[in-house]
């Protein structure tokens, strides 16, 4: 989605679109499909440019770090930017710290699918559970324990772990 600066009034713009997810490019290992992405954006004037503040609501699959299987979620995501025009090259420009969050438009328009995608792949979350009370895959035959109850022995210690089971026996004896 691109807004063009000059179609931003000086009492702001309310844009309300829903983006491609094909479009987006997102690819994430926690990530299974991507549904659904809506975008409200209020865009408003300021001396040194533009702010851009919203939400994005998404609707997505992402993989269970317990058992898994994928499981659909909702999210909303708040966004945030200041953009500000930039005419000369910024790489021989130090950069103040207030200004990292800042994008310099070089052109007259806005490209908001970058800043959609950034904020997309910043939401997803680094652990993810199908359910807080998730109880994974056996470690042993790999079944999903959520869906049946497997037949392994669970005191049974795989041979490579032997030495270390022994020194934590002579731990529990100090």
């Given amino acids: 989605m691109k807004i063009k600066i000059s179609d931003i009034p000086d009492e702001g713009l309310d844009i309300e679109f829903k983006e491609n ?13 991507l549904e659904e992405v809506k975008v409200n954006v209020r865009f408003k004037k300021e001396d040194f440019g533009f702010l851009a ?7 997505w699959d992402l993989i269970c770090n317990r058992c898994l299987t994928f499981f659909p979620q909702k999210a909303k995501i708040e966004f945030n930017r200041e953009y500000r025009l930039k005419d000369e090259e910024i790489a021989g420009d130090e950069i103040e710290e ?42 042993h035959c790999g079944e999903n324990l959520n ?14 772990w032997e ?3 022994e020194i934590k026996k002579k731990f529990k004896k100090i």
Avoid at 102 to 109: D, G, M, P
Avoid at 147 to 160: A, L, Q, T, V
Wanted: net charge negative; aromatic share 2%.
């Fill in 21 to 33: 997810p094909s479009e987006l490019n997102l690819e994430h290992v926690q990530l299974q499909k």
């Fill in 53 to 59: 503040f919203g939400e994005i609501n998404v609707k």
């Fill in 98 to 139: 207030e200004e990292l969050s800042t994008v310099f438009i070089k052109n007259e328009e806005i490209n908001l699918e970058k800043d959609i995608r950034e904020d997309l792949l910043l939401a997803i979350p680094i652990q993810t559970l199908c359910k807080t009370e998730c109880k994974g895959i056996c470690s």
């Fill in 147 to 160: 869906i049946k109850k497997c037949n392994c022995i669970k005191g049974e210690i795989d041979s490579r």
């Fill in 163 to 165: 030495a270390l089971a």
